[in-house]
């Protein structure tokens, strides 16, 4: 078994989904934390039928994440978007990370962003060698005990979800860093 689990929240994402799943290996686990009113839980369940979960749930992408956060039954816990599109090599890349209690990386969206992947990339290493974890929830890998330890996200808020947990885990000692 893949011993990393991705979690995706969900509304209103059949334009995207396609690209996404196509993206994903079917060895990795899926967990879809859907609000969609356009179809997305259905093209989700038709497409990828296997290792697949797809559950319900009204609220922020805070919620969403920690609801997935709170389900997985792996010990690591991958969060994105549905607009991400994951290089071919991604899934055995990340393995290498999986030594620290979390990574994250630019987000790996469709559309010939490579320069803007590039430039977010080299800001989240500064910030980062400065003591501050511009973490992204497109591309947040977590170890799900250490997240978990500390509250994990913060369903109140409904942006900077990500950041805020990341940096959470640092005050507690935790070592998430820039990886993928």
């Known amino acids: 078994m893949y011993p990393v689990t991705v979690v995706l929240p969900t509304k209103n994402e059949a334009h995207n989904i396609p690209h996404f799943l196509k993206s994903l290996p079917p060895e990795v686990p899926l967990l879809v934390v859907d609000d969609s009113s356009d ?4 093209i989700i369940k038709t497409s990828r039928p ?5 559950l319900t749930c009204k609220g922020n992408v805070a919620q969403k994440r920690q609801a997935g956060l709170q389900l997985v039954s792996t010990s690591w816990v991958l969060h ?4 991400v599109v994951f290089p071919r090599d991604y899934f055995q890349k990340i393995l290498n990370y999986l030594q620290k209690d979390g990574f994250y990386g ?7 962003y490579e320069g803007y992947y590039r ?6 290493r500064v910030l ?5 974890p511009a973490a992204s929830g497109s ?9 978990l330890a500390v509250g994990g996200f913060n369903t109140q808020l409904n942006c ?3 950041t805020d947990l990341v940096l959470r885990m640092v005050k507690e000692g935790v070592s998430p860093g820039v990886g993928s």
Request: glycine fraction near 14%; avoid cysteine.
């Open 39 to 42: 179809g997305t839980a259905h």
């Open 50 to 54: 296997h290792n697949t979960r797809v």
């Open 80 to 83: 994105t978007d549905a607009d």
């Open 106 to 112: 630019p987000k790996l969206s469709a559309g010939g």
């Open 119 to 124: 430039l977010f990339s080299f800001g989240q």
């Open 128 to 132: 980062s060698s400065l003591g501050f």
């Open 139 to 147: 591309n947040l890998g977590l170890r799900r005990e250490a997240a």
């Open 160 to 162: 900077n979800e990500d």
